[in-house]
């Protein structure tokens, strides 16, 4: 099996597939989209779908790794976000949808905060080889995954200490990116106050 699609498999098995988003693309037809037509289609999709799982509450004991990144990134927020809450975090997957296919994204983890809507997206891979990244965070996973005792049905016995080891590695730097991208939202922000405020200042005493 090829790297390409035995890695395709594990990262159904950590953070789901959008089956359901992915089947509506090819009914239409849809072989290319820009990248943020993408993301707001899977978001849109997921919010309603809640398929594989509810993006506020991944289902931790079938998506045991979405529900851990998910909790430990929501731990580190709260660490540095004065007053943050869970339900301001949303985990999606693209696995199967264009934005996999075309834009080399697997998930991503949505912010609230203050009214503001940052995006951190990520690739899973067991490809460490692999160098043409798109997504802002590379998860790399075991060759073996977590599973000790795959099971059929998708529920085997995780290897809780390794999991909790490559969750731990990430949480902290995923929830810096966010700080660094809200700062950058708040500069782009205050840039525009700036000149809106000079524009409005030439156009009442030019």
């Not at 060759?143 to 529920?155: I, L, M, R, Y």
């Not at 016995?157 to 080891?165: N, R």
């Amino acid at each position: 099996m090829s790297f390409e699609a035995s890695g395709h498999i594990v990262e159904e098995e950590l953070i789901g597939s959008q089956s359901v988003l992915s089947e509506i693309e090819k009914r239409h037809a849809i072989e290319y989209e820009k990248y943020d037509i993408c993301l707001e289609r899977v978001e849109r999709v997921q919010d309603i779908k809640k398929l594989p799982f509810d993006p506020e509450n991944p289902d931790a004991q079938r998506y045991p790794f979405a529900a851990g990144l998910h909790k430990s990134v929501v731990e580190e927020l709260a660490l540095q976000i004065e007053d943050f809450k869970a339900s301001q975090l949303r985990l999606y997957t693209a696995v199967g949808s264009i934005l996999d296919v075309k834009h080399g994204v697997d998930g991503f983890l949505k912010l609230n905060h203050a009214g503001k809507q940052i995006t951190v997206t990520f690739d899973v891979t067991m490809n460490t080889a692999k160098r043409d990244y798109k997504s802002d965070v590379i998860i790399e996973i075991p060759d073996e995954g977590f599973d000790t005792s795959p099971a059929e049905d998708g529920n085997g016995i995780v290897d809780q200490e390794l999991l909790d080891d490559v969750l731990h590695r990430y949480r902290r730097a995923i929830a810096l990116l966010f700080k660094s991208k809200i700062k950058s939202f708040n500069r782009r922000q205050f840039s525009r106050r700036q000149n809106t405020n000079k524009q409005q200042g030439t156009g009442t005493y030019g």
